[in-house]
């Protein structure tokens, strides 16, 4: 029996998003995503903003920005259709990004049988106060099987 | 007396370019971004492609696409604009990128006075042969002043 | 004096963009297109949806949905900004767009000096019912001087 | 006997296309679009530009462009793939488009199974003279039967 938990991050499905995260890509754990939040339709990723991820001044590079965006969007899609991979995305900069932590936050608008249509925003913490720092629309195509959710967990924006 | 180079590198203006990603940018030197081809308008870029910027299967991650992408098209714009940031860029991932060398190429639709419109298309070279593996479409703003290039330099397209 | 109105529409610089945009577009008179909420920093409007704006099965042609994911953004913009135009969006088609009323959101993420970057909702009204039909992230240039706006109108993300 | 046309207009495939365009939409009918070139993996379309398109001042209202970007990245991807549907697309606007004639062409980039990724450009022509008004970069969803091609005209860059 599991404990209820609101972020999530302990059901089966996350813990196999996660999986997959860590062992899949040497990339991912050079940036050391920890994943934040999770239900079905919605992710919520973040990372240590380290001094080898800045430019001048000390703001994160937007490779960091768009790794997030894209990472966050892929989980996201993941969390209602299994296996995925990011077809496109399109990412605003908003601000720049100085603080401790960046965090990212994936929204399904919708999840069809091949594609996945996803919102993500990134913030970037900085003594305990978020800053929004770049939005994204993300198309992310589905390409196996959907993971171990209950249907409970399906994304409410979910067409037949 | 600086001998013809078709490349453009070693014109003043591309070395420019090339003092401030490499002091500007802890991640740039990280990624090991070499300047491969520099005229106004049109700029290429390139990286070896190692094992801790990979996924599972040993294609680049997409966030090394993505810098690219990103990348090129700033120093594109920049080859026109001077001191530029990128605005927001669209990426569209084409194939699995695979090879020892990953290039990216920028060319300038449009220049204007604030704004720096960019094509760009990344390469994977495995085995000297090059595969096409995304494709991106870049608003870079302007923020400063343009770099010291000769009048012929400018961008075809740029309008008054 | 002016009695208090939720919606806004009846705010002074709400008159000035509906006036221009009026005035200025052939084609924005063609489609009927109505504010149906205004604030700085959001704004929606509408349009019935006529036989000629549709595809084959009665639905909405895509160009009608980019106008209104274009437009509303355009305006959502203006209400914190000014004169503007639109330097690109990028549109996610969601779900098929049928129904007697078609209406946009926009909201406003970041209000710099130059670019106002905005997110916009489109959805197709049916016997009342409400669908999103299409999503959109727009970077709108700003040319010119801001509305006749009250301080507290600016949008609540903008940045000095 | 079919007489060679460079234009590929009179190829059975781009008289499918066409037809389905016709009978299709009253909107494109509302456009008067024609096709002016046809080959696999490369289509151009046209319009005339008529008072009721156009914004103050005369040049072509920005839904006129995105229709056109949308409609001849559509038409490419269905030259390689059958029916198709746009799933999402992203365009820069780069000059206030003016004169008699809009056209578009549109690249396929990438076809596969499930998507074509098309590039597209719009111009104006006013006097004889072509200006670039538009950058585009689509996504576009494969849902049937490729048309009636013959082997030989599949898109140069398709990958098994």
Chains 1, 2, 3, 4 share one sequence.
Do not use: C
Request: proline residues 4%; without cysteine.
């Amino acid at each position: 029996m599991t404990t209820p938990d609101p972020s999530g991050i302990h059901s089966i499905a996350a813990q196999e998003l996660m999986q997959r995260g860590a062992e899949g890509s040497a990339f991912t754990q050079w940036m050391g995503t920890r994943l934040r939040h999770f239900e079905a339709g919605r992710v919520e990723i973040e990372i240590d903003l380290r001094s080898n991820m800045t430019q001048h001044h000390g703001q994160a590079h937007g490779a960091i920005i768009g790794y997030l965006a894209d990472t966050v969007s892929a989980w996201a899609a993941a969390s209602v259709a299994g296996d995925v991979v990011t077809a496109e995305y399109k990412l605003n900069f908003l601000a720049p990004a100085r603080g401790e932590t960046l965090w990212a936050r994936g929204e399904v608008l919708r999840a069809g049988k091949r594609q996945v249509v996803v919102r993500a925003d990134v913030y970037a913490t900085q003594h305990g106060t978020d800053t929004l720092v770049a939005a994204a629309l993300a198309t992310i195509a589905s390409v196996g099987q959907p993971l171990n959710t209950a249907p409970e967990d399906r994304a409410p924006q979910e067409n037949p």
